[in-house]
């Protein structure tokens, strides 16, 4: 499975960014596509997941982020709106195969929330 990450960029606090992951590849086999971010100095922590319809996110990013898919593009987008600075990260894409279990993770992308 490879994932191609992309949409990051330079935006003022409050407004929006939206990030797109194109997935390609043995898609069928995979169970659960989402969102993690890391900032400096900071690890790797959960955006948000989707999986058969079910979305889940991090408390931080409720009801500011959504996550959803478009299986007809085999793409996971992720609409970030009232952007923070504390958002500032670099944005990863991932797709969970259960069985056997492997994470498979796109190359990043930046998002700098900044006036």
């Known amino acids: 499975v490879q994932l191609q990450a992309s949409g990051g960029g330079l935006v003022q606090p409050g407004g929006s960014l939206r990030l797109s992951c194109a997935a390609s590849g043995s898609i069928f086999s995979i169970n659960v596509m989402g969102w993690y971010r890391q900032a400096p100095g900071k690890q790797r922590e959960l955006v948000a997941t989707?999986?058969?319809?079910?979305?889940n996110y991090a408390d931080s990013v409720k009801g500011r982020f959504t996550i959803s898919r478009d299986n007809a593009k085999n793409t996971v987008y992720l609409q970030m709106n009232s952007l923070k600075p504390e958002d500032t990260a670099v944005y990863y894409c991932?797709?969970?195969?259960?069985?056997?279990?492997?994470?498979?993770w796109g190359q990043g992308t930046q998002v700098t929330v900044s006036s």
């Open positions: 989707i999986a058969s319809g079910s979305t």
């Open positions: 991932n797709a969970l195969r259960y069985y056997p279990r492997y994470d498979f």
